[in-house]
C-alpha cells in the first residue's frame, strides 16, 4: 500500500494510543506518527522509554497531570494542540493506553474541530489487555461471563456511580481504572448489592513495565491489601479475575494475600 494512504499521521495532529508501557506493545502506525512527529504533548503516564522513540527533529511537550490534581488544566492541553497545529507542526497528542479509553479525548477533539483542523486517531493497546494478559487470563470466557466492562473509579462528580446489582452477579468481569482511592467505596457499593466477599479481586501495577506487581485480592479484603501492598503506580483492579495457578507459581512477583 502506498504510504501516504497507509499513513494518516500527516494530518495535523494524530491522537496516538502509547499502550500500557512495554515499548514492543507500541502499534506500528504508534511508531511511524513518533518518528514523524515536529511535537508529542504527551501524557504523564507514558513510559520513558516510548519517549526516547520520537523522531530527532521531535520536540516533546508534557501535559501530565496528577490523579485529581491540576498541574495542567484540560483548557490548557486543549490550547496547547491548536496553537501548535495551527503553526504548522504535526503534531502527536500522545496518550497512555488507548486513547479511546478514558483519556479525555472528546475534549481535545472538540477543540481541534473548532480551530477547524483535521485529525485522525491511532488506537492502543489499553491497560486492561495487558494487565489480563499478565494474570494468565480472558477478559471474556464461555460459561463465565458473555461481557466485560471497562468502568472508572471515579469521575468529575468523584466517586463514580455504576450498574453495581450487574456486577454484583457472581462471574462478572470488569477493569476499573483509576480505582485505588475508590476502592472503599467500590467494596461498599458491591457487597451491599450483594456480591459474594470471595469475589476474586486482582491488583495489577504497572501493567507490561520492568516494574509490573500483581496482588490478589478478595472483594472483602480489598481496601487493606491496597493501603498494605503500597501501590503507589497506575494499577487496575481486575474485578472477578484471579492469576492463573501458572502465573500465580511461576512468577515472583504475584502476591497472595487471601
Ligand atoms: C486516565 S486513565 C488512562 C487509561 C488509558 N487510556 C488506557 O487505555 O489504559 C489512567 C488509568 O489507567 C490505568 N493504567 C494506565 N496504565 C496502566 C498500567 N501500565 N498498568 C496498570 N494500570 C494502568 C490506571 O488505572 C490509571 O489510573
Redesign the pocket.
Known amino acids: 500500500m502506498p504510504r501516504d494512504q497507509h499513513m494518516t499521521t500527516y494530518l495535523p495532529v494524530a491522537f496516538v494510543g502509547a499502550g500500557?508501557?512495554d515499548p514492543d506493545l507500541l502499534t506500528v502506525k504508534a511508531l511511524c506518527a513518533l518518528q514523524e512527529a515536529d511535537v508529542v504533548i504527551h501524557d504523564r503516564?507514558v513510559s520513558a522509554e516510548i519517549l526516547t522513540l520520537v523522531g530527532p527533529q521531535t520536540r516533546l511537550r508534557n501535559a501530565g497531570k496528577e490523579g485529581f490534581g491540576p498541574s495542567v488544566t484540560q483548557a490548557d492541553i486543549n490550547a496547547m494542540i491548536v496553537e501548535e497545529a495551527l503553526t504548522g507542526a504535526r503534531v502527536v497528542r500522545l496518550?497512555?493506553?488507548?486513547?479511546t479509553?478514558?483519556?479525555r479525548l472528546d475534549e481535545e477533539l472538540d477543540a481541534i474541530t473548532e480551530a477547524g483542523l483535521d485529525f485522525t486517531i491511532v488506537p492502543?493497546l489499553?491497560?486492561?489487555s495487558?494487565?489480563v494478559a499478565a494474570l494468565g487470563q480472558s477478559l471474556t470466557k464461555r460459561g463465565r461471563n458473555t461481557a466485560v466492562r471497562l468502568i472508572t473509579g471515579h469521575d468529575m462528580q468523584g466517586y463514580a456511580d455504576h450498574d453495581w446489582r450487574a456486577l454484583a452477579r457472581d462471574g462478572e468481569v470488569a477493569a476499573i481504572?483509576?480505582?485505588k482511592k475508590a476502592a472503599r467505596f467500590i467494596q461498599g457499593r458491591l457487597l451491599m448489592h450483594g456480591a459474594t466477599p470471595s469475589t476474586p479481586v486482582t491488583i495489577?501495577?504497572?501493567?507490561?513495565?520492568p516494574e509490573q506487581r500483581i496482588v490478589s485480592a478478595t472483594l472483602a479484603i480489598l481496601p487493606a491489601i491496597l493501603a498494605e501492598s503500597g501501590i503507589t503506580g497506575?494499577?487496575?483492579l481486575m474485578y472477578g479475575l484471579e492469576p492463573r495457578d501458572a502465573v500465580t507459581n511461576a512468577l515472583p512477583h504475584v502476591q497472595e494475600m487471601i
Open positions: 500500557p508501557g503516564l496518550k497512555s493506553g488507548d486513547p479509553v478514558f483519556g492502543g489499553t491497560s486492561a495487558a494487565a481504572y483509576m480505582a495489577v501495577e504497572n501493567a507490561s513495565r497506575p494499577a487496575l
